[in-house]
C-alpha cells in the first residue's frame, strides 16, 4: 500500500485557521468512512484528535474538525495556538482489513 | 485508567529477531484489536498490522508480512510483535495502539526503541 499524500509543511500565525488535506484513492480514503488523524509532538506518542472523518474524541478542543470530498481528507485547525505545532498524520483503512498512513504534515505556528 | 504498557529498548544485530510486548490494563483486553505501528527517525507513521484480540486473527502490512508475527496471550491481556531478519532499515520506535470502538487508534503505548547495529 502507497502512503496517503500530505503535505510536508503547512504554517499560520496565532489564531488564524489552516486546513491538511490527506489525499488517496477510492480503495481507502474515498472507499470508506474510516479517517483519522492525529497529533505527534515531538518524541511523544501520536494522539488521536479526528476519528471517522469528522468526530472528535472526549476532551479534544472543537477547533479541530474533520471533513471528506471524494478521495481527499481535510484536518481543520482554527484559532490555531502555540501549542498546536506539531506533526499531524491521517489514517485511512484501506481494504482487506489494512490500515495506511500519510507521510506526516509539520505545522509552524508563526 | 485505560493503558498499554510496553517493553523496554532493545539492540539488536542484523540478522537477529526482536519481541515486544504491549501489556493492555483498564479495560477488557478482548474487546479491542491492537495495531502496531513504528517510526524510523525522523520519518512517518508506518501501520505494520493488527490482531483482534478476542479471536486472535492477524494482518500485516504486505511489505513486512514475510517477516512480522503478531500474536496476543488473553490471559496476560499482552499483545506480541516479533520481526525477523533485522536490518538497518528496522531502526525505529515501535508502539502498539488500540483501534476504539470508533476506527481511530484511541489509546498508545509509549513505545519502544529498537535499533539494529553491528
Known amino acids: 500500500q502507497s502512503a496517503l499524500t500530505q503535505p510536508a509543511s503547512v504554517s499560520g500565525s496565532p489564531g488564524q485557521s489552516i486546513t491538511i488535506s490527506c489525499a488517496g484513492t477510492?480503495?481507502?480514503?474515498?472507499?470508506?468512512?474510516?479517517v483519522s488523524w492525529y497529533q505527534q509532538h515531538p518524541g511523544k506518542a501520536p494522539k488521536l484528535i479526528i476519528y471517522d472523518v469528522s468526530n472528535r474524541p472526549s476532551g479534544v478542543s472543537n477547533r479541530f474538525s474533520g471533513s471528506k470530498s471524494g478521495n481527499t481528507a481535510s484536518l481543520t485547525i482554527s484559532g490555531l495556538q502555540a501549542e498546536d505545532e506539531a506533526d499531524y498524520y491521517c489514517?485511512?483503512?484501506?481494504?482487506?482489513?489494512?490500515?495506511?498512513f500519510g507521510g506526516g504534515t509539520k505545522l509552524t505556528v508563526l | 485508567q485505560v493503558q498499554l504498557v510496553q517493553s523496554g529498548a532493545e539492540v539488536k544485530k542484523p540478522g537477529a529477531s526482536v519481541k515486544v510486548s504491549c501489556k493492555a490494563s483498564g479495560y477488557t483486553f478482548t474487546t479491542y484489536s491492537i495495531h502496531w505501528v513504528r517510526q524510523a527517525p525522523g520519518q512517518r507513521l508506518e501501520w505494520m498490522g493488527w490482531?483482534?484480540?478476542?479471536?486472535?486473527?492477524?494482518k500485516h502490512s504486505q511489505k513486512l508480512q514475510a517477516r512480522v508475527t503478531i500474536s496476543r496471550d488473553t490471559s496476560a491481556t499482552t499483545a506480541y510483535m516479533e520481526l525477523n531478519s533485522l536490518t538497518s532499515e528496522d531502526t525505529a520506535v515501535y508502539y502498539c495502539?488500540?483501534?476504539?470502538?470508533?476506527?481511530?487508534?484511541?489509546?498508545w503505548g509509549q513505545g519502544t526503541t529498537v535499533t539494529v547495529s553491528s
Open positions: 490482531i483482534n484480540a478476542g479471536d486472535g486473527r492477524t
Open positions: 495502539a488500540r483501534r476504539g470502538s470508533g476506527h481511530g487508534v484511541d489509546v
Open positions: 489514517n485511512s483503512y484501506a481494504s482487506s482489513d489494512t490500515w495506511v
Open positions: 477510492s480503495s481507502d480514503v474515498g472507499g470508506y468512512n474510516y
